[in-house]
């Protein structure tokens, strides 16, 4: 008798990557197991998975959201605990950080793939124009400048319609650079760090300068309006993560490359934005613990790791097995974990579990950051007054 | 109304006719929604679910956030009920008198193709503006450049100011069809005889239109007026398909549907939180009823429905 | 053309005002669809113009036909809008009849307690809506679609359907009792046929969003062999949100069916307005 | 043996009373017709005895049995509305046919009795037609076949001419009284039109505010009318009234007279002027303005050469005039 | 002067020619009643003349101008509509004014005409009352006055009284004619009730099928039919025709005896047998079927004893009975 696990996702983006690579692969090599993807809308996914879950009607795998939002379901029972998994060995403590209780004694989620932040840009215009990928904030700047100068191209493919682009390719992919990556991000959950200093108001200081360099109308500018502005030709530069790389391969006739958050002054230790992205877990009330159980390990494994890496270049495996990357760009992203430190997004660890959300007000303070609508100053003290009205350690 | 039987028998086909209706609606609707409706007075602490009367309530009125939030929600959706009071009603009205003349050739086509927004999704619409507006696609600006406006074009969805209005011009566009076919009953009914009694009078065209047409059908657009009230404030998926749960820019096109859809379900890294969530719930549907009661007590009462 | 009575320009001025609205409502229609048929670069370049031989392209319904099985999809849709009209009219019809022909005690409140539906969005029962269908074992079945959609839908077919049948003569339905039908066979038989027009309004007005609705799909029917076409072409344009040649071929196969739709009802929806339903 | 016998009938709609004390017999074939002004019940009782209406209370007694908790169709009646209700969807010989179908009759019998009452109203030519397909007056027939076809012992009639012009109300007229003539059925038949009653009746029920004022046959109302309110409501041109008669009469009553009572003649009690002149053709109405300031009517076989604004002198026989007193009642003259 | 002259007036729908070639004339001060059947293009015609159809062809004058091309208000007219057609959203007054605003009248004007209109119509009461709080009597009257106010040369009425009950619509058009006393304007008044098309007019204009079949005063009409339809027409009850008639007659023809012509008499030249008694109080109608076979109606004067079943024998006065030839035409006797 087959048993067929339901996964719920909200990576539709990836229908067919696990209806032509995963699910074959899979369902060799563990025959009586069958699965079944049905993945629904992002924006959608938390309002529905919830739903299911509270009527216990959800798929008996769940993709995990890192931080709170599975932490919810877990400490709520949907998620079961599967600290003793054998294949949770292959991971760090870091990589397990994203869905493990506040005090890491129980995991609820395999992670799977994380993403990195960086800069994509367009070879051709480069060399065209005659610009160096940047590294510092100057030559940043400086080629932003004269990328408008020359006025072929858009400086940056960036709108703020949608307004997570302007917080998480924005303001989370160059901030590690000021708050120092993981001792900032720390030091705030601790409350030793306000986001009215320095080192959280800084990088709001440079999106204020992006406004002037994006298309006209950015202000309706929607995600996919930037991502085909970028893949026609019409960008330079695409302030991103790696997840774009395989849509892109498609899309783009240019060649493309890539570099990390310039830094504010040449040889300052660069950061990376690493954030733990995906996770997957069980349902607590799946009724086939044990094919579920079979299927994580399996997700643990270096032979999924390597199918979902090269099937999907830039969720790059949170295993510590090795991965052969195939894509070219792929591999210049992963290749900064070498030389950058790594860090998750600020705001995804316990920050935003209260009301006001921190999350939210990020985008939103980016956003208007970007339209000048407010100034930096301004936009870290409501960020600080917002989560000091419900955390505890910022009080 | 007529019963055949004797009077203390009880007259069982009522009860069948009632019954389906009944049940079906009072187990999938009612039964939920008041399940859902009484979560408002409840919240969760430590992972259990406790009385907590009327706190939540003072929570939404009291706590700055919420408040500020609510206060603003709020007033966007009056501004939306507006924009369709005095733009969509009207127009509706007018183009019905329009097609509600009796010689005009090519009515029945104008009819269907002014109500074909009506039938289209909010995916479709939310998307298809969202496109046409855009500053990238460029058909918006492009158009305007044509008649020489370029200067007034603007990205609106992604400017505050504009963003709610321009939401509440497509929502227009898409419902104006609704007004126009119930105004367009209206007017066929009223008697011919009417209206020739008006013309031997002298009072034709536009002064017909005001002095005649329109009184008559005051009761019908009253109608049209809370059906539009209860559409409004219960509005969601057009600002939602087209700017997300955020109702973005800045929450500049936050009505209380996206509020309440954002609130009880989450988003993003928010939680869903039912109890606020079903708060929010409560008072719109409060809101809901208080105005259709006073539109029925204070307006409809008033208003005679004439018999031609 | 009557000489005394009609004024040329009003009639030049009134098809100007109509045409003018006509081109404002169908033009994203119209955008939505020639572009469908264009290629990528063509969509961007000339969003305007007319797919020619250069430009035209049917890659997007070659990708988005590849895609999952949208002739299942576009019956799973038909199904629950088909049935769930079907349910509305029939238990619609049969409440507005008893509220409508009979005096009893709590007729006035029963009218209301079934006008309260129109007032508040039922997607706030969802959580209670998902729990009684997952116990009652209609999750993922085209049943739980049509039974939230039948009760979303009671309200306003009772409320219209009700103003409708007091307007059937008292007579034919006093003939019908002397002829010694049922009450059920005088529904049935005598005032059900005669309230078409209205049924046909009600219909339309019900199947709009229903077979439009993304969300209830969505949580009570998401497996694949009961997703309905919105449901569909939505995974589509969230799968394929860069690829406007799908997108925009995904939004067109979902225009066209209700577009379809509509025409065939739109007679009987102009007879059943206009017959003064909703003065 | 009587048809109908109805007991101290009372109904109300809620807290109005539109029938009080209703008491009345219908004999075996006898025509029954009844009269009244708009909203005086007429159609209520009618519907009352069909069992369309519960009574709030009496009893209601057709061919012998109390028929209070007997649905209609198991009255043994048959009725015809004022709209004739035909079943839209069915052809003419489907909407006589349904009732009997519903009995479970035999299909012969049913075909059989259909027939004849195709015969009968001459409907032949339509019997395949619906009703929307038929004129006025071949609708009016079809909804009298569908009653004459179930066979009843009482028939109910609610204003079925008029809705019908007035050359063919006329013609209907007189092929319903041929009708009772040859089903020799009991016919309780409601009209507001005095001619259709006179016509008919064989016992008009004179109705007001929801109680009987009169019964009896026409020529008895017509000529013996009890009160004030009988005599006024029959005859056309309608009876004058005349305050101050040159006769004797009670206290604030009125004297009655028909138009066609009163005659010219010189040296009359009556003196006045023409005011108006109906010539009709067969017959002349003047509108006289009494010296006394009273309009009366005088009606005149043939035609008149009198001219408005003519002194005339008119006078009538004392026997055929009517004393009312001040309650309306009949008086002695 | 002529109020109204109508030439060669012709008017189709699409392909159904409605009006065939009417030729008219109404003079100032007079007032012109059309009847004739159904669909014989009354309403039609009166439409053409307020300008609220056009005519295909021919012309229409007013007063001495041609109007074919002027609005309907400008015509000098005013129209009364059978269903009154009073504005439901305004009180009595309010329907009179509104045409006079729309003129631009100064209210000192307005006011008074209503006023004056208000009391020659008796509604002084009703002035604020909206027309759904009267009754249909009332209502028409209002109709009437909004007519009034506007002062028009020519006042069109169509079936103005056809929604009132038999009482109401004596006394209401006893009122029409007062009023055309009083005003002494021109009126054309279109009915097929022809108790008030003797009643009222000056003039009758019998149409049938679009075309005038007999220009007439009413007993000009009635005395001296020019064919057998307006013979048949005028009348009630109408006139009976008989194929086989004591009388040298044209072939096929038919002679036309009135009912009231015909007398009991012992050894009349008609034999037949009562086959219908219609007794009204103040007439009777006996229905013969001769011993040809042909069904005639007796009209005898007050209350008649006569049976169904007896056997009858009738006579009429032949220079009062009427010859009509194979083509209706009249013919001699
Ligand atoms: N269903 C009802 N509910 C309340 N009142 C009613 C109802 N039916 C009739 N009435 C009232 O009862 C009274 C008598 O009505 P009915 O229809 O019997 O009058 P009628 O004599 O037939 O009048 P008409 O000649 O106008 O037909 C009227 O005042 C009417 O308003
Ligand atoms: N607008 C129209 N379109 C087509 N035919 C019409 C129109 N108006 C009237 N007719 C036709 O013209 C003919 C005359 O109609 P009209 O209304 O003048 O008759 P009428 O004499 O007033 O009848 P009635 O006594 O029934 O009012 C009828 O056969 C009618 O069907
Ligand atoms: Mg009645
Ligand atoms: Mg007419």
Redesign the interface.
Known sequence: QDVTLTIESWRNDDLTIWQDKIIPAFEAEHPGIKLNFTPSAPAEYNAVLNSKLDAGSAGDIITCRPFDASLALFEAGHLADITDLEGMANFSAVAKSGWSTDDASVQYCVPMASVIHGFIYNKDAFEELGIEEPKTEAEFFAALDKIKEDGSYIPMAMGTNDQWEAATMGYNNIGPNYWKGEEGRLALLAGDQKLTDEAWVAPYRQLAKWGAYLGDGYEAQTYPDSQNIFTLGRAAIYPTGSWEISGFNGLADFEMGAFYPPVQNAGDTCYISDHTDIGIGMNANTPNPDAAKTFLNWVGSSEFATIFANALPGFFPLSSAPVELEDPLAQEFISWRGECESTIRSTYQVLSRGTPNLENDTWNASVAVIKGEETPEDAGKRLQEGLSSWYEPQQ | MSDPHSKPKIRWHIIVFLAPAVLVYTAVMIYPLFNTLRLSLFSEVEQTRVFVGLQNFRTLFGDAVWSAQFWNALANNFWFFLIHMLVQNPIGIALAAILSHPKLRFASFYRSAIFIPTILSFVIVGFAWKLILSPIWGIAPGMLDAVGLKSLYAPWLGKEAYALTTLSLVSVWQFVGIPMMLIYAALLSIPDEILEAAEVEGITGFSAFWKIKLPLILPSIGIISILTFVANFNAFDLIYAAQGALAGPDFSTDILGTFMYRTFFGFQLQLGDPHMGSTIASVMFAIILIGVCLYLFGIQSRMRRYQF | ???????NF??YA??G??IL??L??????F??VINSFKT??AI?RE??ALPNSDSFSLIGYETVLK?GDFFLYFQNSMIVTVGSLF?IL???A??A???A????RGNLI?GL??A???????????????????QTGL??TLWALI??Y???G??LA?FILSEFMRQV????K???????????RI?F??VL??VRPAMATVA?FNM?PI????WFP??LA???EVKTL?LG???F???F????NA?LSA?SL??LP??AL??VF?RQ??RG??S???? | MTALTLTHIHKSFGEVEVLKDINLTVEDGEFVVFVGPSGCGKSTLLRVIAGLEDATSGTVNIGGDVVNNVPPARRGIAMVFQSYALYPHLSVRGNMALGLKQEKQPKSVIDERVEKAVQMLDLSAYVDRRPSDLSGGQRQRVAIGRAIVRDPKLFLFDEPLSNLDAALRMNTRIEIAELHRTLSASMIYVTHDQTEAMTLADKIVVLRDGQVEQVGSPMELYNNPANQFVAGFLGSPSMNFLKKAPLAMPPNGALGIRPEHLRLVPNGRIRGTVTHVERLGGDTNLLVSTDQQEAVTVRLFGQDSTGVGEAVELDFDDHIAFAFDDKMQRAAV
């Open positions: 053309m009557s000489v005394a009575r009609q004024n009003n009639t009134a098809h005002a109509l609205y006509t404002i409502a169908l033009f994203p229609v955008v939505i990528r670069k961007f969003p305007l895609q349910f029939l238990f619609g049969m409440a009849f008893a509220l022909e009979y005096r009893f029963m307690y079934l309260l539906g129109i007032m508040i969005p039922i997607r706030i029962g969802t959580v209670a809506i998902l729990e009684m269908m997952v999750v993922n039974l939230v039948t009760a979303q009671l309200p009772v003569s008292d007579d034919l006093n003939a019908g009792r002397i002829d010694g039908l049922s009450e059920y529904f038989r005598l046929p005669l339309v709009i077979w439009n609705d993304l969505l949580i998401p497996a694949e919105t072409s939505q995974v344009i969230g799968q949100v860069t690829d406007w997108v939004l979902a225009i209700v577009m509509y025409v739109s929806l102009i307005i206009t003064g339903a909703v003065k």
